[in-house]
C-alpha cells in the first residue's frame, strides 16, 4: 500500500471528523440563539405572548429549526429557566445560616431578596402573571416552591414557635410585597426591608401562640390542622 493512499485517507477522515464537529458546533449554537431569544422575549412581553414566529425572527432562524430543537414546549421553558438561573442566581439560604440572631438573618435575607428582585422585575412579573393562564410554568412554580421552603426553614430557626410566623414570612419575603412596598409605597430598598422586619415581628408579637388560626389548607381538607 502506497504512503499517498495512506496519506489520502487520513486527511479524508480527518476532513469528516472537523465537519461533524463544525456541525455540532453550528447545532450547538443555534440552540443557544433559540434560548437567549426565548429568554429575551419572556423578559420583555412575557412567556404567554412569546410566540414560535417571534423566537425564530429573534434567533434569525426559521420555525422549523425551533421546533427541531424543542419539540415541546416543557422543554424550551426547561431550557430557559436553566439559563436565566444560570445568569441570575438568586440568594444562597445556606448562606444566611451562618447569621445567629434571628432578625440579623431575617435583614440580610430580605436585603439579599430584594436585590434580587430589583434585577430580575420584569422576568419575574411576566412569570407570575401569565403562569395563572399557561399550565406549562408549572415548572417555574415547582422551583419557586423548593426555593421558598429553603429561605422559610432558615428563617424559622431560633425563632420562637408562633401560629402566625410561617405565614408572616411567606409574605415578607414574596416578590409582590416587595412590589408593593417599592412602587405603591415608594420605599427604598432599605425602608422596605425594616418595614418588613417589623411586619414579622409585630404580627407574631400580637399573636398568642398556642391559639390555632385557621388557614385555607385546613378548611378545604388538603392537610391537617398544625
Known amino acids: 500500500m502506497s504512503n499517498s493512499f495512506i496519506i489520502d485517507v ?35 412581553v412575557g412567556p404567554a405572548r412569546t410566540t414560535i414566529a417571534a423566537i425564530a425572527e429573534r434567533a434569525g432562524v426559521h420555525r422549523p429549526t425551533v421546533y427541531r430543537h424543542f419539540p415541546t414546549v416543557e422543554g424550551l421553558l426547561g431550557a430557559c429557566s436553566g439559563h436565566w438561573v444560570e445568569l441570575h442566581p438568586p440568594p444562597d439560604p445556606a448562606s444566611w445560616a451562618a447569621v445567629d440572631d434571628p432578625d440579623e438573618r431575617l435583614c440580610r435575607a430580605l436585603d439579599e431578596l430584594f436585590a434580587y428582585y430589583e434585577a430580575t422585575e420584569a422576568m419575574t412579573r411576566n412569570v407570575l402573571r401569565d403562569a395563572a393562564v399557561m399550565p406549562e410554568l408549572e415548572i417555574y412554580g415547582d422551583q419557586f416552591r423548593e426555593y421558598f421552603a429553603a429561605v422559610t426553614e432558615v428563617l424559622l430557626a431560633g425563632r420562637a414557635a408562633d401560629s402566625l410566623l410561617e405565614p408572616a ?7 409582590e410585597t416587595w412590589q408593593t412596598m417599592t412602587q405603591r409605597a415608594d420605599l427604598e430598598r432599605a425602608g422596605a426591608v425594616a418595614l418588613a422586619v417589623a411586619l414579622v415581628n409585630g404580627v407574631t408579637r400580637a ?4 391559639t390555632p388560626i385557621p388557614r385555607r389548607r385546613d378548611v378545604d381538607g388538603r392537610h391537617d390542622s398544625h
Open 10 to 44: 487520513r486527511e479524508m477522515t480527518e476532513k469528516r471528523t472537523y465537519t461533524k464537529h463544525r456541525r455540532a458546533e453550528s447545532e450547538a449554537e443555534t440552540r443557544a440563539h433559540i434560548i437567549e431569544a426565548t429568554v429575551a422575549l419572556h423578559e420583555e
Open 207 to 210: 399573636t398568642d401562640a398556642t
Open 169 to 175: 414570612l411567606t409574605l415578607a419575603t414574596a416578590f
